[in-house]
């Protein structure tokens, strides 16, 4: 089945790294992604990984992909008060609709 | 180039009625996807249009409906509101043309609060 989980709160102080996690069940997926959804706004992507690839890296963002475990982490490095907001991961499905995980909220302290 | 739009950005219903929202997907996307996100939940996918016919259903009821134009642009009814529609509609658009699996996953617009009183 298609089922895609996250832990639901993140709370960091601002400075340190955030590491976000996500297991998918879709052995078959091809691409997971990560959006960002700040108060009030639309889905708007952040990085995305092919499912043959480990590890993507993006200026303070790193993806990391564990295919055998089906886990997928984000870690956003030296993490900003701008960086608050509900962060979801998705996969692509053989249907080609995203699955999306239940979102994580991301809140940054001083 | 215009990103995807949503309209109304607001809709007040009560319950029994018919809401209608609209979506214009970025020009040369033919997919558009519809999902609906309640308070506290995840994004739940509707439905899916390509080339004007639907590909994909979730798993709603179905007083949920919708259309794709010739211009791609579509259209979520949801008929006979019951308090538990009230939620943030997002819609999505892509290019299937892209490649089945493309890289850019979906653009998304800003969404339409609906609220079933």
């Known amino acids: 089945g298609e089922d895609v989980e996250q832990s639901l709160f993140l709370s960091v102080r601002e400075g340190d790294s955030s590491v976000i996690n996500c297991t998918y069940t879709?052995?078959?997926?091809?691409?997971l992604y990560w959006y960002k959804q700040e108060p009030g706004a639309g889905l708007q992507l952040l990085t995305y990984?092919?499912?043959?690839?480990d590890m993507k890296q993006d200026q303070r963002l790193t993806v990391l992909l564990n295919k055998k475990d089906k886990h997928l982490s984000l870690r956003i490095a030296d993490t900003q008060t701008g960086d608050s907001a509900i962060y979801f991961c998705a996969e692509s499905s053989p249907a080609d609709k995203l699955i999306f995980g239940t979102g994580t909220r991301l809140q940054v302290f001083p | 180039e215009a990103g995807v739009t949503q309209s109304p950005t607001h809709l007040i219903k009560t319950r029994g009625q018919q809401a209608t929202l609209r979506c214009s997907p970025i020009?040369?996307?033919?997919?558009v996807y519809w999902y609906q996100q309640a308070l506290g939940l995840g994004l739940q996918f509707l439905l899916w249009y390509d080339e004007g016919e639907e590909r994909n259903r979730g798993n709603f009821p179905p007083r949920f409906s919708g259309r794709q134009f010739p211009n791609y642009s579509s259209e979520l009814n949801v008929n006979a509101l019951e308090l538990e529609d009230s939620a943030l509609y997002l819609c999505?658009?892509?290019?299937?043309?892209?490649?089945?699996?493309?890289?850019?996953?979906?653009?998304f617009g800003s969404g339409t609060r609906l609220t079933v009183v």
């Open positions: 879709d052995s078959s997926s091809t691409y």
């Open positions: 999505a658009s892509s290019s299937i043309r892209q490649g089945r699996y493309s890289n850019y996953g979906y653009t």
């Open positions: 990984i092919f499912s043959n690839m």
């Open positions: 020009s040369g996307h033919t997919s």
